[in-house]
């Protein structure tokens, strides 16, 4: 048994009876919109939100419908904002396959993620879960911040850690914290439940972009060489920033002026590559990265151990632990 498989043991009935409520919800009167949400389901990856959701649920009550609810809420949401990335970012692969946009192009792949969107908000509302559909509301919002706010920084080729930190909190984690916070809302827990547990999430979800950050520095493929995509995007990462913070003047502005005019040089690209990892980058946001991964741990501590507090605890190692 793989290890998301052992991770779902405690909530396996549960999960199965969501990916027929998540088939319904996508449902349409179009036929064109049912062959590409069919295409999508053939292709789903391991669904970890939704994961999330029941895990958190199960670990402090009994999932219910309302669980059920929140989970498909938040895969519709991050459903649709994948197809919406691919288009920004004129991606023609996802999870190994054709993206929406490639097959379909543009103007389709953003319908199609603006009808998912607003299947999930119409779900919420016709199930009367307005809390759940605030959480989520407060996510897209945050999602779309952090994506304008990195564009915003990008351009200037100057962030800061502060900056960073900014960033990956409204771009990524804000969404795992929707997850631990629905799934906590839908059991009937009180506010303070729901805030600490939407820190849990919070704190997963930062671990777990640093952990994409440093794929980018680390081997891959055949060839064994790290594929630098975010440097050649001129996107500033943990790695890179602490780097710069700890490097000479004159050796900061080379770095930067190596980014900034030869980012398709792949030579010089690994030039980067090798100043960062010489200064102890990616040592510095592995440690970053530990940090949150135990206060995400330390925020759950006080609640009893069951299966699913167990699974939950072995699905926040793995989203550091992976290996893609």
């Not at 103007?107 to 908000?121: E, N, R």
């Not at 564009?151 to 990956?168: A, C, E, H, N, P």
């Not at 909190?169 to 799934?183: E, M, P, Y």
Request: proline share 2%.
């Amino acid at each position: 048994m793989s290890l998301i498989g052992e991770i779902r043991k405690p909530v396996e009935t549960e999960i199965k009876g969501f990916e027929s409520h998540f088939r319904s919800s996508m449902k349409s009167k179009i036929p064109l919109v049912n062959i590409i949400t069919n295409y999508l389901l053939r292709h789903k990856g391991k669904q970890i939100r939704p994961l999330f959701v029941f895990l958190t649920a199960k670990m402090i009550g009994t999932v219910n419908s309302s669980t059920f609810t929140a989970a498909s809420l938040i895969e519709l949401l991050h459903t649709a904002s994948l197809i919406h990335d691919d288009v920004v970012d004129d991606a023609n692969e996802r999870r190994g396959y054709f993206s929406i946009n490639a097959l379909w192009k543009s103007k389709v792949a953003v319908l199609l993620g603006d009808y998912l969107l607003a299947q999930g908000l119409l779900l919420a509302v016709r199930e009367n879960e307005y809390e759940l559909l605030r959480i989520v509301s407060d996510a897209v919002r945050e999602m779309s911040e952090g994506e304008l706010l990195q564009i915003q920084r990008s351009r200037s080729l100057s962030i800061s850690q502060i900056d960073y930190f900014d960033i990956i909190r409204k771009k990524t984690a804000t969404l795992i914290a929707a997850c631990t916070a629905c799934g906590a809302r839908s059991v009937n827990a009180g506010t303070d439940v729901i805030e600490k547990l939407r820190l849990f999430g919070e704190n997963i979800g930062i671990a777990f972009q640093i952990k994409d950050d440093l794929f980018d520095y680390q081997k891959h493929g055949i060839i064994g060489k790290p594929t630098g995509n975010d440097l050649k995007e001129k996107k500033f990462t943990l790695p890179l920033i602490y780097a710069l913070e700890n490097s000479s003047g004159n050796e900061r502005n080379r770095i930067i002026g190596l980014i900034r005019k030869q980012n398709h040089n792949h030579q010089k690209i690994n030039d980067v590559i090798d100043f960062t990892i010489r200064n102890n980058g990616l040592r510095y946001a592995e440690q970053k990265m530990l940090e949150y991964k135990d206060q995400a741990i330390e925020l759950i501590s006080e609640y009893p151990m069951n299966e699913a507090k167990e699974s939950l605890i072995k699905l926040v190692n793995f989203t550091i632990e992976r290996k893609n």
